[in-house]
């Protein structure tokens, strides 16, 4: 499941829809409830949508091993997350696995959930995944490993756009780390997720900031 705005149940209409032939199996009522989302967004109860999604998820796993993979956490709204994590535990005997990915800061509830902390690359890893993009010299490593902070996709997209001059040492870094397609396209996915609000208060603040840089 990616990333999904600030609607009620909206991840939950995700997992259904990946999932019809499970829905063609279920019995009359549960299978209404689902349809019923399907149309509307809306369930009739909390406990009706749980019930339902059990169901489900449990003919899903039947019919195949199933993984529900519930991508940025921090933006699923709270009623999808809860439903999916009762499921889950529920399924702990069948071929069925929940895996809820969040950034560091993001505070979910969710007991009796194993958690798996992934931190950024060590200056090892780093200097190891730079120099398989290109050679490069020990201080230039040293610098691109500082400023991408063990971020994989970060170290990986600088090592790529720096000039041979640049990699040698023989010309410095440039200022900011050069995005990429790759990277654009992940910041943008996560900026998408956000309130509209929260979208406008960046795209001021970045003209601000690019205002400042040519009056100086």
């Given at each position: 499941v990616q990333s999904v705005r600030h609607r009620a149940l909206a991840a939950l209409v995700t997992v259904v829809r990946a999932?019809?032939?499970a829905l063609a199996q279920m019995p009359g009522r549960s299978a209404a409830v689902l349809r019923?989302?399907?149309?509307?967004?809306?369930?009739?109860?909390?406990?009706?949508?749980?019930?339902?999604?059990?169901?489900?998820?449990?003919?899903?796993?039947?019919?195949?091993?199933?993984v529900v993979v519930v991508d940025d956490a921090q933006w699923v709204d709270a009623a999808s997350l809860a439903a999916l994590v009762f499921a889950a535990r529920?399924?702990?005997?069948?071929?069925f696995a929940l895996l809820v990915v969040s950034r560091s800061d993001a505070r979910l509830d969710l007991p009796g959930v194993e958690r798996l902390v992934i931190d950024g690359l060590d200056e090892v890893s780093s200097a190891a995944l730079l120099r398989s993009v290109a050679p490069m010299?020990?201080?230039?490593?040293?610098?691109?490993?500082?400023?991408?902070?063990?971020?994989?996709?970060?170290?990986r997209v600088m090592a790529e756009a720096l000039t041979?001059?640049?990699r040698s040492g023989i010309e410095p870094l440039?200022?900011?780390?050069?995005?990429?397609?790759?990277?654009?396209?992940?910041?943008?996915?996560?900026?998408?997720?956000?309130?509209?609000?929260?979208?406008?208060?960046?795209l001021v603040t970045a003209l601000g900031a690019r205002l400042s840089e040519l009056q100086l």
């Open positions: 999932v019809p032939s019923g989302l399907l149309d509307t967004g809306e369930a009739p109860s909390p406990m009706a949508i749980t019930s339902a999604l059990l169901q489900l998820l449990g003919y899903a796993a039947e019919q195949q091993r199933t529920r399924l702990e005997a069948d071929p010299s020990p201080q230039v490593v040293a610098a691109c490993t500082e400023r991408c902070a063990g971020n994989p996709l970060a170290l041979p001059a640049q440039p200022t900011r780390i050069p995005l990429g397609d790759a990277l654009s396209a992940a910041l943008r996915s996560r900026i998408d997720d956000l309130p509209t609000p929260t979208q406008r208060a960046l």
